[in-house]
């Protein structure tokens, strides 16, 4: 039938057959050029994600680096830490001090107080080795003294001063 609602007799029913397969081809070909866009459009996504999570390998491994890295800084810390701490104990006692006298300016009040208290301490001891020494050596003018007057029995003014000045001192 044509378009007039009459059959028409030029045409056959092979050549209909053949514009049906024609448009089914042409839908075909359509449906093919559609899918083969979505795939396309599907790779780019599909490189993009690739790339992210390359990127992302890259990232993880330098962080990884990096904290292995301040871990083994850590563990030398430490251990030059203990050293120090063992030096320190195993040494004996020391007289302390600061360092730096810009330091202070810069210390908490609790550190200051500590420092004091350790410094009164070392000053402590500081005086009572001097004191013993001054004792000793006083006491050392006072033989020699006596073993002068025991022989000569009459000691030089020199060492009378000498010994006035080490009772002073």
Request: aromatic share 6%; proline share 2%.
């Amino acid at each position: 039938m044509n378009q007039l609602g009459l059959f028409d007799l030029t045409t056959s029913p092979k050549s209909s057959e053949m514009a049906n397969k024609d448009l089914e081809i042409a839908r075909l070909k359509e449906e093919l050029s559609h899918a083969r866009s979505r795939l396309n459009s599907w790779d780019e996504s599909y490189a993009q994600a690739r790339s992210a999570c390359e990127a992302w390998k890259k990232e993880t491994a330098i962080s990884t680096k990096k904290a292995e890295l301040a871990l083994r800084e850590k563990d030398g810390a430490l251990a030059q830490l203990a050293q120090l701490q063992k030096e320190m104990e195993s040494a004996g006692p020391y007289v302390h001090g600061v360092r730096r006298v810009a330091e202070l300016k810069t210390m908490p009040v609790g550190v200051l107080k500590t420092i004091e208290w350790q410094l009164r301490k070392d000053l402590f001891e500081v005086e009572k080795v001097g004191a013993t020494r001054c004792f000793c050596k006083q006491a050392l003018l006072q033989q020699t003294l006596s073993l002068l007057v025991a022989h000569a029995g009459v000691a030089p003014a020199y060492l009378r001063f000498s010994l006035a000045v080490a009772a002073v001192v």
